[in-house]
């Protein structure tokens, strides 16, 4: 089991159960005591878990389920397609930029239209958008590696391989939660992709409709602080002021 596995399947016992034995990790997992110790160390610091003597306690009371890609084209469209055009407007000719996974940035794909750009993503149906409009000037690049089936999106140590050789202008990127100055989502896997790809670009959006403002989820894998904007929708300003002691907000 590779550490990305590891670490998810360890997060998601401590949530399961509450609270968790280093030695009932390390039966299940048919891992050292000592690469436990490690895990554990590290799932702290991204803020998952809290360490205990002798194991670790979930920091959340009840773990949220993740919705499917489609179950997630049922909810706010409209919101998600305001933000969607806003973020387009931030593309300039000549950008290489790189799109995550979310039904927010397969918008954002529709509303792109550049005539010269380099696009590359992890997520298939963002892929498939863009290829439509592949050209000479127009590139598209979809990173392989292993599909998450919820969100169609590669993961893993394939894509993140040939993630970190490359840097970006810009990158457009979703979230499940966000509360406070934390950005959150469902699968550590995902996370430390996105992770990647947000060290290596210039500029930083984060697309978030404001119903996910206050939330909590999975794993926090970034921070407000760390990014250039938060882009948004206007449907409760009060929310998004709350977070602008973080970061530039942008909702028209």
Known sequence: MNKYKRLEEITKLVNEKGSIRIADIVSML???????????????????????????KSKVALRQRER???????????????????????????????????????L??????????????????????LFKKKSETF????????????TESFVGEITNTILEKMKFNKMFFSGN??????????????????????????????????SKIGKEDFTTFYYLTNITALISDNEDLDKLQNLSEFTTIITE
């Open 30 to 56: 048919n891992v050292t005591d000592m690469t436990v110790r490690r895990d554990l160390m590290e799932l702290e610091k991204q803020g998952v878990l809290i360490k205990t003597h002798g194991g670790a």
């Open 68 to 106: 499917s890609h489609h179950e997630k084209h049922a909810q706010n469209m409209e919101q998600k397609r305001y933000i969607a055009k806003l973020a387009a407007q931030k593309i300039e000719e000549g950008d290489t930029i790189f799109l995550g996974p979310g039904t927010t940035a397969e």
């Open 108 to 129: 954002l794909a529709e509303e792109i239209n550049n005539q010269t750009l380099s696009v590359v993503t992890n997520c298939y149906p963002v892929f498939n958008i």
């Open 139 to 150: 590139k598209v690049f979809l990173l392989g590696g292993q599909m998450r089936e919820l």
């Open 177 to 210: 939660a966000v509360k406070g100055n934390e950005i959150m989502t469902s699968s550590f896997a995902e996370a430390y992709t996105q992770q990647i790809a947000l060290k290596n670009s210039v500029e930083c959006y984060l697309l978030l409709d404001s």
